[in-house]
């Protein structure tokens, strides 16, 4: 990837690094190669923007843990999560520009406590493709295809009909941000535990510091748990509750001992 947009991203960390003004100067590049008609340059210019929407949200999210504004951190991160997927879809090459940030990415939502998801089922009606105006039809194929980008334009679908199939609560969701929040009997709606967060962001002082954990799973005693009943949310980490979960395991109630990095502790 080398052009003037991707010669731009040589400065990307330091920390003056003004993000804003630099996506908008490569924008311009790109809207300029779209003109001329210029595909391969157009797409380099996306994939720079791209790479700086990843390390500006990346930042913020950063900033957003240190504020422990938690669940806005986690939809940024999805975010990332998603832009990453996109540009390694059309720029393989660009992997070493966002492969720290990818790695932190899912450390990170790995040490989430969110385990129960909203997830819809959309019946789309009537969509047309945003790269030719066509509709989309199963027999009379455009030839774009959505998530790939064609002269610096990322494929997507404008959809213009749609309904609401369904509603449930699933584990692995695909689109992370409809997190379930269930509220307590005084209304409280984030009820979630984010210790291990909050034991990262105690020593992680550098968005660009370098760290890791490991996991070793071990069993306890129901009777280590006061007050832990059928009903009650299993002490696990399921997203179940406990009759319908760990009771039913001879071993106890399963958990896990994370380990922050060479000499930075454990933690339960």
């Known amino acids: ?31 300029a190669y779209r003109k001329k008609g210029d595909e ?26 240190q504020d422990k504004k938690y669940y806005e951190a986690w939809c940024l991160m999805e975010d990332i999560e998603i832009g990453v997927d996109n540009l390694l879809r059309n720029c393989p090459g660009a992997l070493n520009a966002v492969k720290y940030i990818s790695l932190m990415v899912r450390q990170l939502q790995g040490l989430y406590p969110y385990k129960v998801f909203m997830s819809t089922e959309i019946l789309i009606k009537e969509r047309t493709c945003c790269i030719c105006g066509k509709k989309r039809m199963i027999r009379h194929h455009c030839g774009h295809y959505p998530g790939y980008v064609y002269n610096g334009e990322m494929c997507k679908d404008i959809v213009s009909a749609a309904a609401l199939g369904g509603l449930a609560l699933v584990f692995d969701p695909e689109h992370k941000y409809a997190v379930a929040f269930p509220s307590d009997e005084n209304g409280r709606k984030d009820q979630y535990n984010y210790m291990l967060l909050e034991e990262v962001m105690r020593f992680w002082k550098d968005p660009f510091m370098t760290w890791h954990y490991t996991t070793k799973h071990i069993h306890k005693s129901p009777d280590e748990f006061p007050g832990l009943t059928d009903e009650t949310a299993c002490p696990c980490g399921s997203g179940k509750k406990y009759g ?3 009771k039913n395991d001879p071993e106890g109630v399963k958990h896990v001992v994370y380990t922050f990095g060479p000499g930075l502790g454990n933690v339960e």
């Open 244 to 246: 319908d979960c760990c």
């Open 1 to 31: 990837m080398k052009n003037k947009a991707s010669e731009i991203l040589m400065h990307i960390l330091d920390k003056d690094f003004d993000f804003d003004a630099t996506i908008k100067e490569v924008d311009e590049l790109r809207s």
């Open 40 to 65: 391969e340059n157009a797409n380099i210019a996306w994939a720079a923007k791209s790479i700086l929407h990843i390390h500006k949200d990346f930042m913020r999210a950063y900033s957003l843990l």
